[in-house]
């Protein structure tokens, strides 16, 4: 029994739910009046964005499904999608051990978005002049969007693109900005151009992208003005934010073994030549939010009626900023780095440890919430009720703290910065009496040392700042604390990393004074925490 059109009566025998529509006909249609076409054929959005229209297809709402193009790993069309048939096997891990198996089938091509290659060009190209086209959808991460380095200097295969224009552009950006340009030049019929990466403020990173791409091609006389007129009319292409939230770990080990034992054949994940860990079924948790700016000039799909939101640029940005500075971001964060310090290897896990537990509970309802955006479509105190109750410990999302202290340098500004900031522009609050936000901070710069609580060298995640700040931190010996002669002082009053002087914040000798108890010697860390959170 395979993953295939052919074999659904099979895995519907099985218990395992299966498309309510003629699958064939959804590709037919979709194929000859595209309506939605996705950058990012990974994870998130096989077991989530491909899901939502899959609920509409289902209900009879619309009968197209969505084209999805790979921008960086081709070998995910040809190993995931081309095989199955352009189905995913979406297994939802519900928090009290069962699951909920259903196949995904909303996908009704898959293309490789390399225009250098003459077929996948043509075909991209003649989706983007087809009038009926109405939103482009990208999961590609942030790194997707940028076009220079940490430095700001121009990435070459940017600069080679700026430099050729758009005839085979290889950056996913200027991909795009060469297809907007087909399209203009077609008829410069409208679109809009969507960012569903989880990351602030994204409609205005691919917009940045687009636009900066699009000047040089000007500048270097590939496209006209008239280009650059299409892509700043919003009633011709627009640039909705929007906000998501949804856990979809690499795939599990666990899972492959109980569609094995279901009879599903061919499940067992692959590793691409670009190093992708991808299987073609997706494990994903049940909780889900996707906020979107509802700016649409050719019109969009009903995704209203599968739960998505709608709604204006400021309740977006309200909805992300809560989720970001305290209802989830900060309290994963705390979780990872102190989780690494005192060797747990699953977030879940940590969800049973007493003191965590209550560091995380502390952060968001005693020291966040006071100064929440209250976004209004979503109940601030219900999203991070959710997430402590029920997201966080749950033991089938295989999430790692070494995986969320990833980059933490780039996080702390946003995560816990902004709770500061807020107090600080409050008469009624005062920012030195913050406790349990300075914990967390004090708990990253114990973990930069990259010893863990036993006192052995574990190794740390990558970030794009670790040399740096390991260098301010250059010899801090743990169990000494004698060796501690004012390295910090830099760091805390550093307003790029926390986007506040925490000197001036008052909190500066606050987290350094923690820091020297969590560097006293073994279990100093557990200690600490205990003594905090008792």
């Known amino acids: 029994m395979e993953l295939k059109v052919k074999s659904l009566k099979e895995l519907e025998s099985k218990g395992i739910k299966v498309p309510q529509f003629d699958v064939e006909s959804m590709v037919k249609k979709t194929k000859e009046d595209p309506v939605w076409v996705h950058f990012g054929a990974g994870n998130i959005f096989r077991g989530f964005i491909a899901n939502l229209q899959h609920a509409l297809l289902d209900d009879g709402v619309t009968d197209k499904g969505i084209i999805a193009a790979e921008t960086f790993d081709f070998d995910i069309i040809d190993k995931i999608y081309e095989p199955y048939d352009n189905l995913t096997l979406l297994v939802s891990l519900n928090a009290d051990g069962s699951t909920s198996n259903s196949v995904v089938a909303s996908i009704a091509e898959g293309v490789k978005a390399n225009l250098s290659d003459e077929k996948n060009a043509a075909r991209l190209k003649e989706i983007f002049e087809n009038p009926s086209l109405q939103m482009i959808s990208f999961t590609i991460t942030e790194k997707g969007y940028a076009l220079t380095n940490v430095n ?63 000047g040089e091609w000007l500048k270097r006389g590939f496209v006209d003005q008239g280009f650059i007129d299409y892509i700043n009319d919003e009633k011709k292409i627009s640039f909705p934010w929007s906000m998501i939230d949804k856990i979809t770990p690499r795939p599990a080990e666990e899972v492959k073994n109980m569609l094995d034992e279901l009879g599903v054949e061919n499940m067992a994940p692959v590793v691409t030549s670009k190093n992708t860990f991808i299987a073609p079924y997706v494990n994903a948790e049940v909780p889900q939010y996707l906020v979107v700016e509802d700016k649409f000039p050719n019109g969009r799909p009903e995704l209203e009626k599968a739960g998505v939101y709608f709604t204006d640029r400021d309740t977006v940005n309200n909805t992300e900023t809560m989720k970001v500075t305290t209802c989830l971001n900060p309290l994963h964060t705390a979780l990872a780095v102190y989780g690494c310090v005192l060797g747990f290897d699953s977030i879940s896990a940590e969800m049973n440890d007493k003191e965590l537990k209550t560091l995380v509970e502390k952060i968001g309802y005693e020291e966040g919430m006071p100064v929440v955006v209250d976004p209004k479509i979503i109940s601030p105190k219900s999203f991070i009720k959710e997430v402590i109750e029920e997201r966080l410990p749950n033991p089938f999302i295989p999430d790692t703290p070494q995986r969320i202290a990833t980059d933490t340098s780039q996080k702390v500004a946003i995560r816990f910065g902004e709770t500061i900031k807020s107090y600080m522009k409050r008469e009624d609050l005062d920012a030195s009496s913050l406790t349990y936000i300075p914990l967390a901070l004090a708990g990253w710069l114990r973990y930069l040392l990259g010893v863990d609580d036993n006192l052995e060298k574990f190794e740390l995640s990558s970030d794009p700042m670790l040399s740096e700040l390991q260098s301010k931190l250059e010899g801090i010996k743990v169990g000494d604390v004698s060796s501690y002669t004012g390295q910090l002082k830099d760091v805390l009053s550093n307003e790029i990393l926390f986007g506040l002087d925490l000197e001036k914040a008052g909190l500066a000798d606050k987290v350094e004074g923690m820091f020297l108890e969590l560097i006293a010697g073994k279990n100093a860390v557990r200690d600490t925490l205990k003594k905090y959170l008792a």
């Open 152 to 214: 700001g200097d121009v990435f070459p295969f940017v600069t080679k693109d700026f430099e050729n224009g758009p005839t085979s552009p290889s950056h996913a950006m200027s991909v795009v900005t060469s297809l907007l340009y087909a399209r203009y030049q077609k008829g410069k019929y409208p679109l809009a151009v969507v960012s569903m990466d989880n990351c602030s403020h994204n409609g205005e990173k691919v917009e940045t992208s687009v636009k900066t791409i699009a």
